[in-house]
Structure formats: structure tokens, C-alpha cells
């Protein structure tokens, strides 16, 4: 009989303990938070996957091939070969017509078409 008693106030005590230590826990992380970041409630970070509807980020994207390229004239072609011939020329870069023609369809067919 008097085991039974001493092993019940035992377990009591033990879950007593664990209640107060946990307590006092969940208060170190509270104070921590406050010290740190200026509030106790602090949430959990945010988990942010954008969905497929969402637009296009900005910037370069790549063009499907079944994508048709906008056509450009043959005037605007040939000025920016003259302007990006001219400018490799005045800061001494060798450059060919052909590697011209090639960087003036890259700028035209981005995504802003305007030559940089």
C-alpha cells in the first residue's frame, strides 16, 4: 500500500515537472523572440510556391520554336548593322557584317524590341 502511494506521488511530481519545464520553455522562447525580433509572436516563415497562372517574371524568356518572331524591315536591319559596325569600329572591336546582322536580329527579337 505505501509503494502505491509513494509511486502515485512520484508520477505526480514527475508530471508536474514536465508541466513547469515546459512552461518555462515556451517563456524562454517568448523572451528570446522579444529580445531578437522586438515581439514575442513570432510566426512560422512562409512557404511561397507561385502558381502556373501567375505572369512572367520579367527579364529574358525563352520563345517556343511554333512561336512566330515579328518581322522586322529590311531598312531597321540594315541601320542597326550600320550603327553596331560603327560603334565596333570607334572602340576597335573586329566584327564582321555577318556577326552584326546576327547581334542586331538578337536585340530586335527580344522582349522589349528595342535595340540596346
Known amino acids: 500500500m505505501v509503494v502505491s502511494i509513494v509511486a502515485a506521488l512520484g508520477w505526480m511530481s514527475a508530471c508536474l515537472m514536465v508541466g513547469l519545464y515546459l512552461g518555462e520553455r515556451k517563456t524562454r522562447i517568448l523572451m528570446h523572440n522579444m529580445q531578437t525580433y522586438g515581439t514575442a509572436a513570432v ?3 512562409e512557404v511561397w510556391m507561385p502558381s502556373m497562372e501567375a505572369p512572367a517574371p520579367p527579364g529574358p524568356r525563352l520563345v517556343p520554336e511554333d512561336e512566330k518572331s515579328p518581322q522586322w524591315s529590311d531598312e531597321t536591319i540594315e541601320k542597326g548593322v550600320a550603327d553596331l559596325l560603327r560603334q565596333a569600329r570607334e572602340l576597335g572591336v573586329p566584327t564582321t557584317e555577318a556577326e552584326a546582322r546576327e547581334e542586331v536580329m538578337m ?9 540596346l
Open 43 to 45: 510566426g512560422k516563415a
Open 107 to 115: 536585340m530586335l527579337n527580344s522582349d522589349t524590341g528595342e535595340m
